[in-house]
């Protein structure tokens, strides 16, 4: 079983920056592929970023491409997503995820059994 705690979230203007961090349990979380998906009121949960076992390959919906980085801390059991030049329509419950199967990222809700509880990011203009 592996238990996910996101933080981070909050209010910010259009063109601010936020930085979620996703801590999980277990000892194994450096065999995790990781990823973080988001989901706007009425809509369904979409992908944001992903990013391999060892950090070395990652993943960007093409709306948050340039914009946000999926990084890792492995001796921390931590994965995080920095947000620059956040827009109103990225608002949403940001959750992360994790892929224990096997390391590789994934694109889709599918591809991961774990989640969190979710954080809000809301952007006002």
């Known amino acids: 079983q592996v238990q996910l705690v996101e933080s981070g979230g909050g209010l910010v203007q259009a063109g601010g920056s936020l930085r979620l961090s996703c801590a999980a349990s277990g000892r194994t979380f450096s065999s995790y592929a990781m990823g973080w998906f988001r989901q706007a009121p009425g809509k369904e949960r979409v992908f944001v970023a992903a990013?391999?076992?060892?950090?070395?390959?990652?993943s960007y919906a093409d709306s948050v491409k340039g914009r946000f980085t999926i990084s890792r801390d492995n001796a921390k059991n931590t994965v995080y997503l920095q947000m620059n030049s956040l827009k109103p329509e990225d608002t949403a419950v940001y959750y992360c995820a994790a892929r224990t199967k096997d390391g590789y990222l994934y694109r889709t809700v599918g591809g991961y059994a774990y989640w969190g509880q979710g954080t809000q990011v809301t952007v006002s203009s």
């Open positions: 990013i391999n076992w060892s950090g070395g390959s990652t």
